[in-house]
């Protein structure tokens, strides 16, 4: 298996509503990540877990709510979301985290289109 | 303030050609780079890389160029064929620096027959 699988793939969600995102990978990977991509600009990098530990959190609102229950699971929980959330969240993983993570390459999974409404 | 720029949103190239994807940078500090190929509905693809200490890099039909002292790259894909149409991102990490990669915005290569 060497594929990150994110579900679900669209999500449409109110205002009020929680909800969560789901990543998986089962290559034995470290490092788990989660990026926003808005429609025509690049992935932002929003959390990092290295080590099943939160080792970055780039200034993300508290809305969103990273977990990563175990190694091969990444969840993204949210919780009262503006429309300006709307976007695609793209998972990716890496052999290893901090340092070294770069030097084997990043895995992305497909993303999940969200759209609050 | 975008530190990772591809100032051409899109380009066209014809089936057979060299396709030449142009990044440039700002940050001095950034020590790895990295292409992404990504089609619709898809997460990015990793294609190439390249260390700071190297000049180029060569994998198959791609070949990535750095130059330091101009803070660009380039890749560069020859022969180019219709399965090379995607979006391509440029990234980059910052040595020492955090985890993670800083993504230019992406330039469309369309692949004409």
């Known amino acids: 298996d060497t594929e990150v699988t994110q579900t679900p793939k669209h999500l449409v969600m109110g205002m009020t509503n929680k909800k969560s995102l789901k990543c998986e990978q089962h290559?034995?990977?470290?490092?788990m990540y989660w990026y926003k991509q808005k429609a025509k600009k690049p992935p932002e990098l929003m959390f990092v877990?290295?080590?099943?530990?939160?080792?970055i959190n780039e200034s993300v609102p508290s809305r969103f709510s990273p977990e990563c229950p175990n190694s091969s699971l990444l969840n993204l929980h949210l919780h009262a979301l503006q429309p300006e959330d709307s976007a695609l969240y793209l998972c990716?993983?890496?052999?290893?985290?901090?340092?070294?993570?770069?030097?084997?390459?990043?895995?992305f999974g497909s993303g999940t289109r969200l759209t609050v409404v | 303030d975008q530190q990772v720029k591809q100032n051409s949103p899109s380009l066209s190239v014809q089936e057979g050609r060299i396709s030449i994807l142009n990044c440039d940078y700002t940050n001095s500090m950034f020590d790895y780079f990295l292409w992404y190929k990504k089609y619709p509905a898809e997460g990015p693809t990793f294609l190439i890389s390249?260390?700071?200490?190297?000049d180029k890099n060569e994998d198959g039909r791609f070949t990535v160029f750095l130059n330091k002292s101009a803070k660009h790259l380039s890749l560069h894909i020859v022969p180019s064929q219709p399965g090379d149409s995607a979006v391509y991102f440029c990234a980059a990490r910052i040595k020492g620096g955090a985890d993670g990669l800083t993504f230019g915005k992406g330039t469309h290569l369309i692949i004409q027959p």
């Open positions: 990716a993983s890496s052999q290893k985290g901090g340092w070294e993570g770069v030097h084997y390459g990043y895995t």
């Open positions: 390249i260390s700071s200490i190297k």
């Open positions: 877990y290295s080590y099943e530990k939160l080792s």
């Open positions: 290559m034995g990977h470290r490092a």
